[in-house]
C-alpha cells in the first residue's frame, strides 16, 4: 500500500500584513505537491493577528487594503485547464484560546455601504472578543453593551479556498466568484469536499479565512474570525470542469453562485444543480428541474461581500445511491480517517 504523501507547510508568522498574499491569481506558488498530496498547514485570521486585545478596533491597528490573507498558492502537478481540483477538509482547528468579529464602518448587511450610497453615517465600529474552548467545542459570546453571556456550538470553518480565476485575471481575497474565493459558506467544514474548476496550469490553489463559527449570511460581515491549523487533501478530477464551485458531504450535493443582485446568485446555483443533477441521475432538464424544486434547501452564504453567494443543497437522502466525480468524496473520506 502505497503511503499517502505530506507536506507540512509553516506561515511565517513575523511577516508584516503587506507581505502577506490578498489575492487569487498572480502570486507565484509557495509549494509543489502532487495530487492525493495531505497538506498541513496554518492560515492567519482575516486582520492577519493585528487586531488581538479587548479595546481594539480594526481602524486602529489593521490596514483595510490588507484584510483576508491566504495560505498558498499550492501548485497541483497534472492540473491542467479543464480539469477540477477536490480539496477535501480533514480538519480545521483554531490554533489560539480566542476569536474576533467586529462592526467595520460601511461593511456589513444592515448598512450603508460604498456600493449602496446612503447619506447616514456609519454604525458603531465595535469588536467582541470570544474565549474559544476547543476541547469543550464552545464559542463564548459575551454582549457589549450587556450582562448576557452565552456560549455556543464551536462549528470551525473555512470562508475562504480557490483557484486562480479564468484569462489570468487577478481577484481580491474579499470576493467570491467562479473560481471560489471568499465564498463563507459554513458548509467548508471538515468533512466536506470542495470541486473547483481549474483554470491555469497547476490550479495555483490558496485558502484562509478561519472562522471559530459563522451565520448563514454572516450578517455585520465579519464572522468569529480567528487563526486555524488545517489538515486538506488534494485530488484531481482529469477532464471535468466545474463551472461554479460544487460542494459534497455525506449528506449533502452542494451547488454555489456568487453575484449581486442576490436572486441571479440564486439562479446559479439553482441551475447548476439542475444540470448536476441531470448528469447525475439521467434526468431531462425539465425533469430535473421539478425535482430540485421540490427537495432542495436554499440558504445564503453571505450578504456583505462585494457580490452575495448563495449555496443550494440536495439532500442525498431523497436520490438513488449514485456517486458524483467518480466517488472522490467517497474515496477521501477513506483517505482522510
Known amino acids: 500500500m502505497t503511503a499517502t504523501p505530506r507536506l507540512d507547510f509553516e506561515i511565517d508568522e513575523d511577516l508584516p500584513p503587506s507581505s502577506l498574499l490578498y489575492t487569487f491569481g498572480g502570486a507565484a506558488p509557495v509549494a509543489s505537491v502532487v495530487p492525493g498530496t495531505r497538506i498541513c498547514t496554518r492560515t492567519r485570521d482575516a486582520f492577519a493577528g493585528a487586531l488581538r486585545h479587548p479595546g481594539q478596533l480594526p481602524s486602529q491597528v489593521s490596514d483595510s487594503r490588507f484584510l483576508n490573507p491566504q495560505t498558498g498558492p499550492f501548485f497541483v502537478e497534472g492540473a ?96 467570491p466568484g467562479s473560481w471560489g474565493g471568499n465564498m463563507d459558506s459554513p458548509e467548508v ?5 470542495v470541486y473547483l474548476g481549474v483554470n491555469v496550469e497547476g ?25 486555524m491549523d488545517s489538515t486538506i ?31 441571479d446568485a440564486f439562479r446559479i446555483a439553482h441551475l447548476d444543480m439542475v444540470r448536476w443533477m441531470s448528469e447525475l441521475l439521467g434526468l431531462s432538464t425539465m425533469d430535473a428541474y421539478q425535482l430540485v424544486t421540490q427537495t432542495v434547501l436554499s440558504p445564503i452564504a453571505n450578504a456583505v461581500d462585494k457580490v452575495y453567494t448563495v449555496v443550494c443543497k440536495m439532500p442525498k437522502k431523497f436520490l438513488p445511491p449514485v456517486s458524483a466525480m467518480g466517488g472522490m468524496h467517497q474515496r477521501l473520506r477513506v483517505a482522510a480517517g
Do not use: N
Request: aromatic share 8%.
Open 80 to 175: 491542467q485547464p479543464g480539469d477540477s481540483l477536490a480539496v477535501h477538509f480533514v480538519d480545521i482547528v483554531p490554533r489560539g484560546t480566542w476569536g474576533v468579529s467586529a462592526t467595520v464602518p460601511f461593511f456589513g448587511a444592515l448598512t450603508s455601504t460604498p456600493e449602496t450610497a446612503m447619506l447616514q453615517p456609519a454604525l458603531p465600529e465595535m469588536a467582541w472578543f470570544y474565549e474559544l474552548d476547543v476541547a469543550g467545542g464552545t464559542v463564548r459570546y459575551q454582549a457589549q453593551e450587556s450582562t448576557l453571556t452565552l456560549d455556543l456550538p464551536l462549528d470551525p470553518m473555512h470562508g475562504t479556498v480557490g483557484v486562480a480565476p479564468p484569462l489570468h485575471e487577478v481577484r481580491s481575497s474579499l470576493a
Open 233 to 263: 487533501i488534494v485530488e484531481l478530477v482529469k477532464g471535468s470542469y466545474t463551472d461554479w464551485p460544487r460542494i459534497e458531504t455525506d449528506e449533502f450535493w452542494m451547488t454555489t453562485g456568487s453575484a449581486k443582485p442576490m436572486e
Open 189 to 193: 467544514r471538515r468533512g466536506s469536499t
Open 203 to 227: 490550479a495555483l490553489l490558496s485558502f484562509g479565512d478561519g472562522h471559530a463559527r459563522q451565520s448563514e449570511g454572516e450578517t455585520c460581515g465579519v464572522a468569529i474570525e480567528c487563526a
